[in-house]
């Protein structure tokens, strides 16, 4: 997908008509939450985002928060990475289309939205007809994390 001239992919723009983007981009949003009760007897609740996509795109990843796992997978793992400290210490890719991916985050709207997802511990998964955003402990409004897949989706 070739990004559109005439969209802003600012957040607070995106936000202000999250279903004419959309509608621009020619994705289809759907969002589900499910609340689940956790160990400590608190009420959770799992918010996604299914966006489906115009076209197909090449790449298909995970992208999560970076952490002590993800840390210990690099050592057997060759991770992409872009060499921009901030992006490459905040998310951790798993792909097996690396050049795809490559040319994804090559993208500095990309990066943002994927250290901002990642920020907030939800998992973006691109595959080849569906960008999914999963927040497994869902806080504050969900339409920052739709305007960054959105985002996202403006560069498949």
């Known amino acids: 997908m070739t990004v559109s001239k005439d969209l802003d992919l600012s957040v607070e723009t995106l936000k202000d008509d999250l279903a004419g983007a959309a509608s621009k981009l020619g994705v289809k949003v759907t969002t589900k939450a499910e609340q689940h009760a956790t160990a400590s007897a608190r009420v ?5 985002h299914h966006l489906a996509l115009a076209k197909a795109t090449p790449v298909r990843a995970r992208f999560v928060k970076q952490g002590w796992a993800e840390l210990a997978k690099k050592l057997f ?8 400290k901030a992006f490459d210490d ?9 050049d795809a991916v490559r040319t994804l985050l090559g993208a500095a709207r990309v ?7 990642a920020a907030k511990d939800c998992i973006v ?9 999963t927040h497994p402990d869902a806080y504050g409004e969900p339409d920052d994390e739709l305007a960054e897949a959105l985002a996202l989706a403006a560069h498949l």
């Open 44 to 48: 959770s609740t799992t918010r996604t």
């Open 125 to 133: 998964d691109i595959g080849p007809e569906e960008l999914t955003i």
């Open 90 to 98: 905040a998310v951790y890719i798993a792909t097996d289309t690396e």
């Open 111 to 117: 990066r943002a939205a994927l250290v901002a997802l």
């Open 77 to 84: 793992v060759k991770e992409v990475e872009v060499g921009e």
